[in-house]
């Protein structure tokens, strides 16, 4: 099992769901149950950044979370953590930099 990380840029006015597929990490009858979504900058030693975030969801063995916003030139530390119907608990960090073209 590896630990699911990865990056991405986008642009302040840009508003869009990034999925996270967890099925390699389900035990066949095993669901996910709840997400969790925080966000930091990397900017300011950890400071959050509720702001970047606009909701998160699931689907079958699918979490999403939906980015908004951000200061351009800012690199944010998104943490996704999802619980299961065995209730194993699942982190995956997103690196997002938000940079105006």
């Known amino acids: 099992m590896h630990p699911v990380t990865f990056s991405f840029t986008k642009q302040p006015a840009e508003r869009f769901s990034i999925g996270i597929d967890w099925r390699d990490r389900l035990a066949e009858?095993?669901?996910l149950s709840a997400v969790e979504v925080t966000a930091e900058r990397l900017d300011l030693d950890g400071t959050?950044?509720?702001?970047v975030?606009?909701?998160s969801g699931i689907a079958?063995?699918?979490s999403y979370?939906?980015?908004?916003?951000?200061?351009?030139g800012v690199t944010y530390k998104i943490t996704v953590?999802?619980?299961t119907?065995?209730?194993?608990?699942?982190?995956?960090d997103l690196t997002m930099r938000v940079l105006e073209v």
């Open 29 to 31: 009858t095993e669901t």
């Open 48 to 51: 959050p950044a509720p702001e």
């Open 53 to 55: 975030l606009d909701g």
């Open 60 to 62: 079958g063995a699918i």
């Open 65 to 72: 979370v939906t980015v908004k916003n951000g200061t351009s």
């Open 81 to 83: 953590r999802v619980r």
């Open 85 to 92: 119907s065995l209730d194993n608990v699942y982190e995956a």
